[in-house]
């Protein structure tokens, strides 16, 4: 969508410097900007964007936003705060957008249901997704920068690490429908206590427009307060089994790395064979994105046929068949208490294979983290023969892990010992949080 430098300078409260000119988008990195984007010189910890605004408009930028006025031919809009006037500027843009836009949060699960609910949308609609995990204050608003009214709806996730950020960003999205997909102990070192965190994922409900729809978990202890927060909007409840929820499974049959369902969505059912995704909590991830579908009118059968062409996202269960007889479990992209133990639960589910797990830890759980780890090592018991721990935070749930463990002090050690033991029938599963870097251990896998 092309705009006027001029007039988004003065809605920004911005001075222009040089020409005005049509832009589209945001952009703050020199090295990926595309040609007519607007650029902003943001400071971050590492690098100033001042520093890059002349190599920006070298590879084609329309205009950039500066805090300071720089030596370049390009036009300039002289701000006193980038990082707010990227907001701004998101906000300007939003106004004009005229489709529904659907945003998720929760601790668990936000970036699988926005992938989801994106695959089968766009298999009857033309809709945006905003990329990867740019869910705070930064990506959410460069993201929406990219919005245009091509679109029939658009996906955000967004995230927080304090009070205050859903509502931050929500306000800046003004959904048609907004999910909480759960509550859990994710950046506790932050919040202190599960209350607060619900507190901070219900922000986003009264920014929902009141004619639009709140998504909540039926099964999650906060589902009583969020329900009595979301009024007048409409609400759809979900549970895995819950028949007291609006949409719920009545079948569930796991073969052959898929799912044989069959969905009740209040007086409807809906039936649907060899849905390839892993994992029981991906089960409810797949609820929330066939509700959202069906509310928004899209037929029963492209929602199947697209159900049954999931993708699973990058790093999240990923089922790769190393051999004929080995399967890895890629669920390297992060680590909390609750992804910990559903993937464990996934693991578990590979009948007739040996099971190992291969942990790297859980960052951000402050006072309570050896609490934490010591009770994964406790739930793995159950799970699967043999523990392997890298680094310090996993050794910690060693103490309670009552199988075989092992203890390795690099990526390189962990993926010469996989590839020691292939074909003897083995499932792996490697999960660790982002610090740890465990898909580099993928990768050596995979080489070899």
């Known amino acids: ?78 701000v006193d705060n980038p990082l707010k006037a990227i907001y701004k500027i998101a906000e300007f843009h939003r106004n004009k957008i005229l489709h529904p836009i659907i945003a998720i949060t929760g601790s668990n699960g936000k970036t699988t249901v926005k992938n989801y609910l994106n695959q089968i949308l766009s298999s009857s609609y033309s809709t945006y997704m905003s990329p990867g995990n740019l869910n705070n204050e930064l990506g959410t608003p460069l993201s929406m920068s990219h919005l245009n009214n091509s679109y029939q709806y658009s ?170 007889s080995d399967l890895l479990i890629d669920d390297t992209y992060n680590a909390n208490p609750a992804s910990t133990c559903y993937a464990l639960d996934t693991l578990d589910s590979q009948k007739n294979l040996n099971k190992v797990f291969i942990f790297g830890g859980m960052e951000e759980l402050g006072e309570q983290s050896r609490v934490f780890h010591e009770k994964i090592g406790e739930y793995a018991s159950e799970k699967c023969n043999l523990m392997i721990a890298y680094g310090d935070l996993a050794r910690q749930s060693l103490s309670k892990f009552r199988g075989k463990k092992l203890i390795f002090e690099s990526h390189q050690e962990i993926s010469t010992y996989i590839n020691s033991h292939l074909n003897k029938n083995t499932a792996f599963l490697l999960k660790g949080s982002r610090a740890r870097c465990m898909e580099k251990i993928i990768k050596a896998v995979k080489k070899c």
Do not use: W
């Open 155 to 324: 996906i955000f996730e967004i995230g927080a690490k304090k009070l205050g950020d859903i509502d931050y960003l929500a306000k800046l999205i003004k959904p048609k429908v907004g999910v909480i997909t759960n509550i859990n102990a994710t950046h506790i070192k932050t919040f202190i206590s599960e209350d607060n965190i619900a507190k901070t994922k219900g922000e986003i409900i009264p920014n929902v427009m009141t004619d639009g729809l709140i998504v909540l978990n039926k099964d999650n202890r906060y589902f009583d307060k969020f329900r009595k927060l979301s009024s007048p909007r409409k609400i759809l409840s979900f549970s895995l089994d819950n028949r007291d929820a609006d949409i719920y499974y009545e079948k569930i049959n796991y073969e052959n790395q898929s799912y044989d369902l069959k969905i009740k969505i209040k007086s409807d059912s809906l039936s649907i064979d060899r849905v390839p995704i892993q994992g029981e909590h991906n089960l409810l991830n797949l609820l929330i994105s066939v509700g959202i579908a069906k509310y928004l009118g899209q037929p029963d059968m492209e929602i199947c046929k697209a159900t049954q062409k999931l993708k699973s996202v990058n790093q999240r269960l990923n089922f790769i068949n190393i051999t004929n």
């Open 1 to 78: 969508m092309l705009e006027r430098v001029s007039v988004l300078s003065d809605s920004i409260q911005g001075k222009l410097i040089g020409d005005d000119c049509n832009f589209f988008g945001l952009s703050i990195d020199s090295k990926t900007v595309k040609k007519g984007n607007l650029f902003v010189a943001f400071k971050g910890q590492k690098n100033d964007g001042h520093d890059f605004v002349e190599e920006a408009r070298s590879m084609g930028a329309a205009a950039a936003i500066v805090s300071k006025k720089i030596s370049s031919n390009i036009s300039q809009v002289l």
